[in-house]
């Protein structure tokens, strides 16, 4: 078993890097002119909770995860998607993990096909609440939000972008989640293992000062 301070050490460092991907990810995206970028945001966001979830499979973990990366998104107000919607969407994608968790959480490694369908779920939960919140809640003078016509319009363009992507980056978080516990695992290599903790500080620091320099 891994202790607490490395559940908490890569559930700080997974949620800063996917914080990092949602600022720099959309830079990419936004240079490459993809016209759906919340998907691909999406996607690597169900790849960091899952593999969470293998070291750290309390509940909540989505959550203060969720809670770390809106916080890197909304450091600085530079992008066009870092208003509030931004970080509802973050914790709602959260929630919606979350909730699939606790309920079917022994089907969670068990092929690539229940992965599939955990991910579509999850998928759908995540943008059907955001999609009423952005519409009907708090509907933002931003380009997302002018963007919605309606839930279902919604749901099928950049849901069903997000579903397909986050197939593949449920079951990449599995492989992702068994390496970090093969690093941090005591009994396998306890020296590998405190090295292991050394250099994800020191990536999480780096992620930390690229936010704050750029």
Not at 4 to 31: K, N
Request: aromatic fraction near 14%.
């Amino acid at each position: 078993m891994t202790r607490s301070y490395d559940r908490i050490l890569v559930v700080l460092f997974l949620g800063s890097l996917w914080g990092a991907f949602e600022v720099f990810g959309y830079r990419w995206l936004a240079l490459l002119a993809v016209p759906h970028k919340s998907p691909f945001l999406f996607a690597f966001a169900i790849m960091t909770m899952v593999a969470a979830k293998r070291i750290a499979p309390f509940s909540g973990s989505a959550l203060i995860m969720a809670v770390i990366a809106g916080f890197y998104k909304v450091l600085t107000l530079s992008l066009p998607a870092c208003g509030s919607n931004a970080v509802m969407a973050l914790l709602l994608d959260a929630v919606a993990f979350e909730v699939v968790y606790a309920v079917l959480k022994n089907y969670f490694d068990s092929g690539f096909l229940k992965g599939a369908a955990l991910a579509i779920l999850i998928t759908f939960m995540a943008y059907s609440a955001f999609g009423f919140y952005a519409i009907y809640i708090n509907p933002e003078g931003t380009s997302a939000s002018r963007a919605f016509n309606d839930v279902l319009n919604y749901l099928l363009s950049s849901g069903s972008l997000a579903a397909i992507l986050a197939i593949f980056t449920f079951n990449l978080g599995l492989v992702l989640g068994k390496s970090l516990w093969a690093l941090f695992s005591q009994p396998v290599n306890p020296r590998r293992a405190a090295l292991s903790r050394v250099l994800t500080t020191a990536l999480m620091i780096g992620l930390w000062m690229m936010r704050i320099t750029k």
